[in-house]
């Protein structure tokens, strides 16, 4: 079974830095890309950043790009998002997220899958200005 929980949310101030990590279980990096997706109140699901180990590729959203890290520990089956030079619209709840393929589109990471995605149940992060 395809397991993803997400850790390292909270609170911090307007250009601060937090690092979430995903702890993956029942799964290979081989099988999957990984990404970090978000959600901000009454806002639709964004990509956020995403990592294809098998083919050595890194996607970021352009929101993010040079702020935020997207990084793997294939040991512990962890994946992280360093973020840094946080901003009050990087408030949103971040899923970490098992997808067949990332992509972008239009500035903006896109995950695909040919069957169904793997989501973990979320981490909040607050940006207080």
């Known amino acids: 079974e395809v397991q993803l929980v997400e850790s390292g949310g909270g609170v911090v101030q307007a250009g601060g830095s937090l690092r979430l990590s995903c702890a993956a279980s029942?799964?290979?990096?081989?099988?999957?890309?990984i990404g970090w997706f978000r959600q901000a109140p009454g806002k639709e699901r964004e990509g956020v950043s995403c990592?294809?180990?098998?083919?050595?590729?890194?996607f970021y959203t352009d929101s993010v790009m040079g702020r935020f890290t997207i990084s793997s520990n294939n040991a512990k089956n962890a994946v992280y998002l360093q973020m840094n030079s946080m901003k009050p619209e990087d408030t949103a709840v971040y899923y970490c997220?098992?997808?067949?393929?990332?992509?972008?589109?239009?500035?903006?990471?896109?995950?695909?899958?040919?069957?169904?995605?793997?989501w973990g149940k979320g981490t909040l992060v607050t940006v207080s200005s």
């Open positions: 997220v098992a997808v067949d393929f990332c992509t972008m589109e239009a500035g903006r990471v896109v995950g695909r899958s040919y069957a169904m995605d793997h």
């Open positions: 990592l294809s180990i098998r083919q050595g590729l890194t």
């Open positions: 029942g799964f290979s990096f081989d099988d999957y890309d």
